[in-house]
Structure formats: structure tokens, C-alpha cells
């Protein structure tokens, strides 16, 4: 039976009390996907996931466990991470093969991959009922829901086919319903409260203006970026005064290795509209008091020229003077001569 092998984590999975900390939607994911290349050559790759956070990573030759955070293993012993590592890895040999001795009847078509993910949400320190979803080639196959899998929409007869073999083991699907139901809710709350101190950490943002290429003649591309903060949420915008710039461009807010976020925010202007704009930074660690950045119009270069250029210039000619007047002069005191 497909997912047999998740029995054991229904009593694995340790108690775990509501942390009232955490008031913002927070999710832990566990993905599987399984890489069917023919009928006899399988490839799994599996992960787990709080929010953006990777909490877990697994080796699927030595069937171990990599914890990637001090706080992955939780509220777990060593005898509890033991079995649910045999657990898992018993499980990704195994399952393949429901897929193998239904490829006619499910019409699946080498090479093909299935993936799966399973968890839970936490809102306010109560952790919400789980949740169980697998897809064939990255569109939504089936789901399960109240003790019973549905076909997606978008799977077709195939889905409507793999939910009526799957409905057919009752027992099966009373250990689903338990796992989501109260062991990933349970885990949650125990791995918030054990990563407490790192989830809660508030890391100051950097920010400063740079130039991008110009798009157009008599334009410029203004780019405001912020850096290192945590926790991710920030808010940035071009502004003039109190008013907010339109066509603005926002990009993605992506990762860095120490697990702080990075934004940068771009504006296309008018050269000569440049002067007076701003960006505005906040963020939860500011304590209310924001980041602003006036942005300076550069210097022009015939403005440098004068103030850089023309001193160099004269300090040369004064030099030149200087040295041809010393050499007449020590010419007149080695002849005897008299200067005219």
C-alpha cells in the first residue's frame, strides 16, 4: 500500500505545547519527489521546510537525515530519529513500485516524476490540521481531505483513477487523517519552540542608492537596496516627499547563506526630475524609525573639470615658473654674471 510505511510516524512524533510568540503564519513542508526514468531505475530527493527556512535535508543512498539548523531534530531522541530514518528510507524503496504496477492503468508515461508534500500551518501558536497533496509532472493529481482522497480538477480521469484505488484502503487513510490531523501539528509546535531563539531573532537592515544602465537618453535608472535583514517581511518605495512614485519595480526578495534577505527597488526618471526623490526603508527591527536615502544628483563633468582640472592646471604652470626661475638664477650665481 502506498504510504504504509507513515505509520510509525504517528507515534514517533513527539507532544508539543502551543508557542504564543508566534503570531504570524508560519508552515512546515515535507517534500518528496520521485523520479521514475523507466520501470527498473527510480531517484528520490527529499527536504523539509519551515516558511523559506530548509530545516532538513536527506541522503537517499545512506537513507540519513542531514539536519541543516542546531534546532531541526526538535523535540526528537536519538532513538526516535533512528526509526524514522528507517522509516523514510524503507519507504522510498518501496513506494515506487505502486507507481511501476500502475503505469498502464494510471496511464503514466516513462520518464514521469510524482512529487509529494505533506504538513501543517501554525497561526497565533495553534498549529492548523495538516495537509497531503501529490502531483504527477507538476500538476496537481489529488489531495487528501476528511479521511478521503479527491481528484483535482486539472488531473482528469487519470486522478479520478488513482483516488478510487487509494480510497479502497480505509485503514490507510485513518493513519493520513492521525498523521495530519495531530502528529505534523505536534511536531510543529515542538520545532517553533525548539528553533525559538533563531526564528525570533531581529537582524537590522543595510541600504544604500546605486545607478543601473541608462534606459534611454535623458534618463536614469535609480536602484535602492536593503540588505541583511530578518525576519523577511520589509517594505521599500521611491517617494517624493510623502508621495509615493509611480511605476516603481520591485524585485524578488532573495536568500542570503546566513539566512538574512536582500530587496533592491528600481525607478526609471527623467534626469532632470531626479533631484528631491528618496527611498524609504522599514522594517520591524527599526523600531518605527525608517531608513530614508535622499538621492544626490551627480556632479557634471564640466562642474569637475573646474573645481578637479583647472587648480591641477595652475599648480602645474606655478611649479614650471618656480623651477625656471631657480635654474636663471643658479646659472647667474656659477657665472658671475648679471641678471638683466
Known amino acids: 500500500m ?23 503564519p508560519i ?36 537513507g540519513v537525515f542531514i539536519f541543516l539548523q542546531p534546532w531541526s531534530k526538535g523535540n526528537f531522541s536519538k532513538k526516535e530519529l ?63 481531505q476528511n479521511m478521503s482522497w479527491w481528484p483535482s480538477p486539472k488531473g482528469g480521469s487519470r486522478a479520478q483513477q488513482v483516488c478510487r484505488v487509494f480510497n479502497q484502503y480505509h485503514v490507510f487513510n485513518e493513519i493520513v487523517h492521525k498523521l495530519l490531523s495531530d502528529s505534523c501539528p505536534r511536531f510543529l509546535l515542538g520545532l517553533l519552540d525548539a528553533g525559538k531563539t533563531y526564528l525570533q531573532r531581529q537582524v537590522r537592515p543595510e541600504a544604500w542608492l ?41 524585485g524578488d526578495v532573495l536568500p542570503h547563506a546566513d539566512g538574512t534577505w536582500y530587496l533592491q527597488m528600481s525607478l526609471v526618471v527623467k534626469a532632470r526630475e531626479a533631484a528631491g526623490l528618496l527611498c524609504r526603508v522599514r522594517h520591524s527591527c527599526l523600531g518605527g524609525q525608517d531608513i530614508i536615502l535622499y538621492w544626490e544628483q551627480p556632479h557634471s563633468m564640466g562642474l569637475v573639470f ?31 654674471f648679471p641678471l638683466e
Open 2 to 24: 502506498l504510504f504504509l510505511q507513515l505509520v510509525l510516524l504517528v507515534v514517533l512524533l513527539p507532544d508539543g505545547d502551543s508557542e504564543d510568540d508566534f503570531r504570524d
Open 27 to 62: 508552515s512546515f513542508r515535507i517534500i518528496l519527489t520521485t523520479s521514475f526514468h523507466n520501470h527498473s531505475w527510480t531517484r528520490n530527493q527529499g527536504s523539509a521546510w519551515l516558511d523559506e527556512i530548509q530545516t532538513h535535508a536527506w541522503d537517499s543512498k545512506t
Open 82 to 144: 533512528t526509526e524514522v530514518e528507517k522509516l523514510f528510507y524503507t519507504y522510498s524503496i518501496r513506494s515506487p513500485s505502486t507507481y511501476h504496477n500502475h503505469v498502464s492503468q494510471w496511464q503514466l508515461e516513462y520518464p514521469f516524476q510524482v512529487q509529494l508534500v505533506l504538513g501543517c500551518d501554525s497561526h497565533f501558536g495553534k498549529a492548523s490540521v495538516g495537509f497531503m497533496r501529490i502531483a504527477y509532472q507538476g500538476s496537481d493529481l489529488m489531495s487528501f
Open 210 to 250: 546605486s545607478t543601473g544602465l541608462n534606459p534611454s537618453p535623458g534618463h536614469l535608472l535609480l536602484v535602492c537596496h536593503v540588505s541583511g535583514f530578518y525576519p523577511k517581511p520589509v517594505w521599500m518605495m521611491w517617494m517624493r516627499g510623502e508621495q509615493e512614485q509611480q511605476g516603481t519595480q520591485r
Open 306 to 336: 573646474l573645481v578637479v582640472i583647472v587648480p591641477l592646471v595652475l599648480l602645474a604652470g606655478l611649479a614650471l615658473w618656480l623651477w625656471k626661475h631657480w635654474k636663471t638664477h643658479w646659472r647667474h650665481q656659477c657665472t658671475g
